[in-house]
Nanobody
Framework: QVQLVESGGGLVHAGGSLRLSCGAS????????ISWFRQAPGKEREGVSCISSSDGSTFYADSVKGRFTISRDNAKNTVYLLMNSLKPEDTAVYYC????????????????????WGQGTLVTVSS
């Protein structure tokens, strides 16, 4: 069964750090770009960051640039999102996702093309 599983969420004070993990079962991540999205309470889901499959190029939303770092360990079939200097506005459910199309190796945050999603992990940042 093809599945993505996020972990690492939790409660942290503003200014703190968390590292989210996105693991895959049933398939190998190394052929795919991996994207992170988040959905805050009462808001639409938004793209946060992505990393390509080939050269590891990355993209970050302006709201997290300089604070979040995405990385991948293909040997562990896992992608990470290191979140530093967390702010209360980072509070959200964080999802990893994959575009399984032939173009899915390229990093992008167009939500409609991401067809494989994890269940999400909740990040709460207290002020």
């Amino acid at each position: 069964q093809v599945q993505l599983v996020e972990s690492g969420g939790g409660l942290v004070h503003a200014g703190g750090s968390l590292r989210l993990s996105c693991g895959a079962s049933g398939f190998s991540l190394d052929s795919y770009a991996i994207s992170w999205f988040r959905q805050a309470p009462g808001k639409e889901r938004e793209g946060v960051s992505c990393i390509s499959s080939s050269d590891g190029s990355t993209f970050y939303a302006d709201s997290v640039k300089g604070r979040f770092t995405i990385s991948r360990d293909n040997a562990k079939n896992t992608v990470y999102l290191l979140m530093n200097s967390l702010k209360p506005e980072d509070t959200a459910v964080y999802y990893c996702a994959i575009d399984p199309s032939p173009f899915g190796g390229a990093c992008h945050l167009v939500e409609q093309y991401h067809e494989i999603w994890g269940q999400g992990t909740l990040v709460t940042v207290s002020s």
